[in-house]
């Protein structure tokens, strides 16, 4: 089974920089749809930002396109998300999954994801 671990989480000012990291292991497919979550007290989870381990092509939730970018170190297997200029209501727990990708298949916010990591708190104060 896939592995994956957070790190990076902590407490920020709003317009400070975080940067998340996500290691993975116990790969056995050749490609893999992965993304970052975020889910805030008494709100449902929802997608950040998601990339294909394919193509390398990114996509990302409206409220923080501009802002956060999402990013992939093969040789370290570890998926990242920097998170610039943050605001309040980025702020929950931010969780990264993973799921296998066949070649045809899309890779994208709405994507079912059958990997989770534990989580890494973000707080972000005005």
């Known amino acids: 089974q896939v592995q994956l671990v957070e790190s990076g989480g902590g407490s920020v000012q709003a317009g400070g920089s975080l940067r998340l990291s996500c290691a993975a292991s116990?790969?056995?497919?050749?490609?893999?749809?992965m993304g970052w979550f975020r889910q805030a007290p008494a709100k449902e989870r929802e997608g950040v930002a998601v990339?294909?381990?394919?193509?390398?092509?990114?996509s990302y939730a409206n409220s923080v396109k501009g802002r956060f970018t999402i990013s992939q170190d093969s040789a370290r297997n570890t998926l990242y998300l920097q998170m610039n200029s943050l605001k309040p209501e980025d702020a929950g727990m931010f969780y990264c999954a993973a799921e296998p990708q066949g070649p045809w298949v899309t890779c994208g916010l709405s994507s079912t994801f059958t990997y989770w990591g534990q989580g890494t708190q973000v707080t972000v104060s005005s």
């Open positions: 116990g790969y056995t497919y050749s490609r893999y749809c």
């Open positions: 990339i294909s381990t394919g193509d390398g092509r990114p």
